[in-house]
C-alpha cells in the first residue's frame, strides 16, 4: 500500500512538472496571419486565483507599427492547444479562431473588427482597443 501511495505520489510529481510551467504562464493559442499581412492571436495566462484564467485577442498590422487588443474572459477556462484551429476566408476578409471546433473569434481585417463568442453563448461586436502599457 505504501509503494502504491508513493507511485502515485511520484506521477502526480511529474505530472506537475511537465505541465504546470505551460499553464501559469501566458500562452499563445492561435496565431493566424491573413492575406493582407494582418496577423491575429489568442492568448491566455493564469489569473493565480479562483477565475484561473484570462483571455485576450490581439492584431499586429501588416507593417507591425500597430498593435491593438479585445478582452475575450477573465473567467474563461483552460484552452488546451489541441483544442484550437484556425482559418482564413478571404471572401469575407476573416481570420477565424476555432474552439472544440465551434467558432469562438473571428477577425476582420480590413474593418478591424472583432466578434466574439463567448463560453456562455453571449455575443458582441467591438472594434478593438489600443493596449494599455504595461
Keep these: 500500500m505504501k509503494l502504491l501511495a508513493l507511485s502515485l505520489l511520484a506521477c502526480v510529481a511529474a505530472l506537475l512538472a511537465i505541465y504546470l510551467p505551460g499553464i501559469l504562464s501566458t500562452r499563445t493559442l492561435a496565431d493566424i496571419t491573413g492575406p493582407d499581412g494582418t496577423r491575429f492571436t489568442v492568448e491566455q495566462s493564469f489569473n493565480y486565483d479562483p477565475e484561473l484564467f484570462t483571455t485576450r485577442c490581439f492584431s499586429y498590422s501588416p507593417d507591425g507599427t500597430q498593435r491593438c487588443w479585445y478582452y475575450y474572459d477573465h473567467e474563461d477556462d483552460y484552452w488546451g492547444e489541441s483544442a484550437t484551429t484556425t482559418a482564413v476566408d478571404p471572401a469575407r476578409k476573416l481570420l477565424i479562431v476555432y474552439r472544440h471546433g465551434q467558432e469562438a473569434v473571428t477577425f476582420n481585417y480590413q474593418t478591424r473588427t472583432c466578434h466574439l463568442v463567448l463560453r456562455l453563448g ?4 467591438e472594434e478593438f482597443k489600443p ?3 504595461g
Excluded: A, E, K, Y
Design 131 to 133: 493596449r494599455p502599457p
Design 122 to 125: 453571449w455575443f458582441t461586436q
